[in-house]
């Protein structure tokens, strides 16, 4: 009836007889009639095949490959949790994990940090010398190249960052550590479900407080996305690392640890205790009967996937350049606008005063040009907005340079960075020069006393961690709660521990 090569090839047509089209309409009829004579079951004949063939290759795969089964690789697993998940050792472990990162931060982003500065500090004295004095050139370097310089240098702590924090995930270890913590969450009113939030906010609080829908407590959700902005994300860490490399000093403790890779991990739990603090008086104060349990299943320990940690790196970072990038370079030319200019008769006096001082002092031309520079920005709009609100900022230690660059980083914290880079550049002859952080060392106060002190510094750390200054995380707010009481509440305990703190550390290091 049919000619065929194999009982294989046959096996093929009884299976699939209906569906084959070469063989025509009577031969179908008497290949179903005999397949019924025969007793024939396609499911069960197909079952035993496909268990045949995996046999086979089971047999080839032992004699070629050698494969961990995963009862051993669970096996494996169990006896690491042993140690990393033990009350005391784990914590031990946590905490050095912790240390390592923030450490290594600072450590492996040095090199790629000086490049970047010398880059951009080698394209502005480039421009400076190409360029003609004018409006023009001020605008570009120490208006748009300064304040996107600022921010651009802190690109490779923020890819090293997620790429740590990738490497925690890929290996399972992320897990564990929400699981370690549930009982610290439970003392706060939460659970171990509001880890991820908190652990993600370490990225960003606003996709970090959309995951807390997954916490179906109304309460503890509520809870969780008040606090998760306590958690300092990627965009404090500029200004943690400026302050810090500010103030700091560059020493080893005991010949091994960084202080500056100590202070940066301090911050960082310092945020995550406080988030604690608020969730317990807010666990008091938001009344539920309801009551939830944390279960969740560990993974098995892996390696990462270090394909994917390097394409989490790269996109990350460009993530940050073109979103962060957008906002600072229209604020950077929005200030320098505000800085460059002011109202007429305040700049006219200026200018009439310093014509004055070079015709009669021409030998103090050097420093008569760096002092004119001051006075025209203090007379600018950014200067009359700054000097505003000196007196509240003054009792911590700030003059009213920072108040512009706290008023400007309401939009985002990261901003900061790029308006100190652009306030200290407006005027500046040598702006392409000098790095941001020199400019900085150097800034001093009437009275001739540096203006970034160990105290103001640290004060400024403080402010930074507790302050809510980010426009998206309100507004996730609002939308996640479908209130804007939240929000601002929010924002005004936030704002209200900021300053009470920053006070607090200001008079007692000065």
Excluded at 46 to 68: F, G, S
Excluded at 293 to 300: D, G, I, N, Q
Excluded at 343 to 366: C, F, N, W
Excluded at 408 to 425: D, I, K
Aim: aromatic share 10%.
């Amino acid at each position: 009836m049919l000619q065929l090569d194999s009982k294989y090839a046959a096996l093929h047509v009884a299976c699939n007889y209906t569906e084959l089209q070469y063989i025509k309409a009577a031969q179908r009829i008497l290949i179903g009639a005999l397949l019924g004579e025969a007793g024939f079951h396609k499911t069960r004949v197909q079952a035993a095949e496909i268990m045949q063939r995996y046999k086979k290759i089971d047999t080839v795969m032992q004699n070629c490959v050698v494969v961990d089964s995963p009862m051993k690789k669970m096996v494996v697993s169990d006896r690491i949790d042993k140690v990393l998940l033990h009350p005391v050792y784990g914590n031990i472990v946590l905490l050095s994990v912790l240390f390592v990162l923030f450490q290594s931060i600072f450590w492996l982003a040095h090199y790629p940090m000086d490049w970047v500065m010398q880059a951009f500090a080698y394209t502005g004295d480039l421009l400076n010398k190409l360029l003609p004095t004018g409006l023009l050139k001020d605008l570009l370097v120490n208006g748009l190249l300064a304040g996107v310089s600022g921010i651009a240098v802190f690109v490779p702590q923020i890819m090293i960052l997620f790429g740590l924090i990738t490497i925690l995930e890929d290996s399972g270890y992320m897990a564990r550590i929400s699981f370690l913590t549930d009982r610290i969450m439970r003392s706060a009113g939460l659970n171990g479900r509001s880890v991820m939030p908190l652990i993600s906010g370490m990225a960003c609080a606003v996709p970090a407080i959309m995951a807390a829908r997954t916490i179906q407590n109304r309460k503890e959700r509520l809870i969780t996305i008040m606090v998760t902005p306590l958690m300092s994300c990627s965009a404090r860490l500029p200004v943690y690392t400026m302050l810090i490399a500010l103030v700091i000093p560059d020493r080893r403790i005991l010949g091994v640890f960084n202080m500056q890779g100590l202070v940066l991990m301090g911050l960082y739990l310092l945020g995550f205790f406080m988030a604690l603090v608020v969730a317990k008086v807010m666990n008091y104060v938001i009344k539920s009967k309801e009551r939830t349990f944390f279960l969740m299943e560990l993974p098995v320990y892996r390696e990462p996937r270090w394909r994917n940690v390097g394409v989490t790196m790269i996109q990350k970072g460009k993530i940050f350049i073109k979103d962060v990038g957008k906002v600072i370079i229209v604020l950077s030319l929005i200030l320098w606008a505000l800085a460059a200019f002011g109202p007429p008769g305040r700049m006219k006096a200026v200018e009439d005063k310093y014509t004055i001082l070079l015709r009669r002092h021409p030998e103090q031309s050097v420093a008569l040009e760096r002092q004119h520079a001051t006075d025209k920005l203090e007379h600018s709009f950014a200067g009359i907005m700054g000097h505003a609100i000196e007196p509240m900022i003054r009792p911590l230690g700030y003059d009213w340079k920072i108040g512009i660059a706290l008023i400007t980083s309401f939009a985002a914290r990261e901003v900061f960075v790029g308006t100190m880079a652009t306030l200290y550049s407006v005027g500046d002859a040598e702006a392409g020069k000098q790095t941001l952080q020199d400019k900085m060392k150097a800034a001093k106060r009437d009275d001739g006393t540096p203006v970034y002190t160990l105290a103001a510094g640290v004060s400024l750390l403080i402010f930074y961690v507790f302050a809510m200054q980010c426009m998206s995380t309100l507004a996730i707010v609002k939308r996640e709660t479908r209130s804007w009481k939240y929000p601002a509440i929010q924002f005004i305990y936030m704002a209200a521990i900021a300053y009470l703190s920053a006070l607090l550390v200001y008079q007692v290091f000065k």
